[in-house]
């Protein structure tokens, strides 16, 4: 079976297309999580987000796509962003950064990796059920 390919992620700003990079960083991610837990929290209250919640989720778009953009393109009253789609984006990081961790996953071999986690070989069918 051949390995799922992931969809590169892409925004349009200023009219013009944005890729995410394929190597995500890991500060950037770092970053985002925070931002995240910060706006769970908020949502959870069932409270709207601030200001700075709001420019916090726009500095993590910006770095999730390795600045190759700026907060201020993304504001831009003619070419920018709505608010939905600004929130929209930042919500689906975790959807991206899920199919890489899919697609390496599946790269790595799913029998594989069960393997390291349990100790017990999972290549052979039903190995764990095996008395040795």
Excluded: C, W
């Amino acid at each position: 079976m051949a390995a799922a390919k992931t969809k590169k992620r892409s925004i349009i700003i200023g009219n013009k297309e944005y890729t995410m990079p394929q190597k995500m960083s890991t500060m950037a991610y770092l970053h985002y999580l925070e931002v995240r837990d910060s706006i769970m929290d908020t949502e959870a209250k069932r409270a709207l987000y601030t200001r700075q919640q709001f420019m916090d989720m726009m500095d993590v778009i910006v770095e999730m796509y390795g600045n190759q953009f700026t907060t201020d393109d993304m504001l831009d009253a003619e070419t920018g962003m709505t608010p939905d789609s600004i929130v929209m984006e930042f919500a689906l990081m975790d959807v991206s950064v899920g199919e890489k961790v899919d697609k390496r996953t599946e790269d790595f071999g799913l029998p594989f990796f069960f393997t390291f986690l349990t100790g017990k070989d999972m290549r052979k069918p039903f190995a764990f059920h095996r008395e040795t």
